[in-house]
């Protein structure tokens, strides 16, 4: 199922930046709700926000072992929870976008833009982003309701 995720997860990701490329490079922006969320298109050297700008070695040395580090847990742990395999499969599926750009390009591709009027700009980002996000989320939920004895209390399955 993870594998499932992270494949469609990469596909959905690089559609929507070749999209985003073909559609909003050159300035163009889509206003989808006037003053509030725009598709515009920005080149991002750096990680999420913007943070370690142009640090293309250390960005590629960081995702790669996290990459690495959550593919062998998954191989070696064979973890039974369903919800932590989608909750992983969104992050990989996330970082492998990501890198993908980055390997590529020497940039990641974002457009997704929200805004309160022309006040406060969240800062630009993609659907990896988006899946890094949720399953980072996801992650923390799993963590926070597994008991002190490891069994999974958030299940996809109905509890007895």
Known sequence: ???????????????????????????????????????????????AFGIFKGNFIFLYVMTSIMILSMILYIVIKKPKSMFFKIALGLVLAGAIGNMYDRLTQQYVVDFIQWHYLDKYYFPTFNCADVFLSVGTCLLALYFIKEDNDGKDKVSLQKQR
Do not use: C, P, Q
Request: hydrophobic content about 55%.
């Open 1 to 47: 199922m993870w594998i499932i995720i992270i494949v469609v997860g990469f596909i959905i990701d690089r559609y929507m930046k070749i999209w985003a490329v073909n559609a909003l490079m050159g300035g163009h922006e889509i206003e989808i709700v006037k003053g509030y969320f725009t598709l515009s298109y920005l080149e991002n050297t750096g990680a």
